[in-house]
């Protein structure tokens, strides 16, 4: 976990809006890139294990870390062969979450969208209980196209991050629901921009401070 440090939490300048109608629409959110300090801390806290008692390749090639985001602001979390935890968020700051465990202690974090979309994935930069800075992307695939991928590191270095960081999570070995774990579904390369993003308006049901 010590290796996987990066830098302290600093000053996210500027956040984009994320359709939260199509976020709660997709039935399983995949994790296929993220900080290294996001991927362990995303491990130990959905197993519960000391990160001593965790192998490095089942973090990389079995994890199989799936997310669902619900309408009242929990986050489910599964992997590592049907462990799950839940989190619950508030939206009192546009395009901010501020993820903290359902029950008792654990994983927390400050979530700030600074890039999507709206359609495949979306980038979040993390500020953790700890003070210390990650990033993680969610997606509608298991493995985004290359072009997509290199457009997602270059904005995580945009912002500060550290290539020598950056791992990915495989699906290879995963029950996709139908998809072939050999050859994971793309989807075609989107093409961003910012413009596109921050025009997005939310569909109805979220009213009041949770209207972004």
């Known amino acids: 976990m010590e290796s996987a440090r990066e830098t302290r939490c600093f000053w996210i300048g500027k956040t984009v809006l994320v359709d939260m109608e199509w976020l709660v629409s997709i039935p399983r959110l995949y994790f296929p890139a993220m900080s290294k300090l996001e991927l362990y801390r995303t491990a130990v806290g959905l197993t519960g294990e000391d990160p001593e008692n965790i192998s490095e390749d089942s973090v990389h090639n079995d994890s199989c870390i799936y997310w669902k ?16 935890r839940e989190l619950k968020t508030t939206f009192d700051r546009p395009n901010i979450f501020d993820f903290r465990p359902a029950e008792g202690e654990g994983y927390s974090i400050t979530a700030y969208v600074t890039s999507t979309d709206n359609s495949t994935f979306v980038f979040a930069s993390f500020c953790t209980n700890e003070g210390e800075m990650a990033w993680g992307v969610f997606s509608t695939v298991p493995r985004l196209p290359e072009r997509t991928m290199n457009q997602i590191h270059e904005h995580a270095k945009s912002l500060g991050f550290k290539k020598e960081y950056f791992v990915n999570v495989n699906y290879d070995k995963c029950d996709l629901g139908g998809t072939s774990g050999t050859t994971p579904a793309t989807v075609p390369t989107p093409t961003l921009s910012r413009n596109r993003m921050g025009s997005v308006r939310n569909r109805g049901g979220w009213n009041g401070k949770n209207q972004y």
């Open 69 to 84: 985001m619900h309408r009242n602001g929990t986050l489910k979390v599964e992997g590592f062969g049907g462990q799950s």
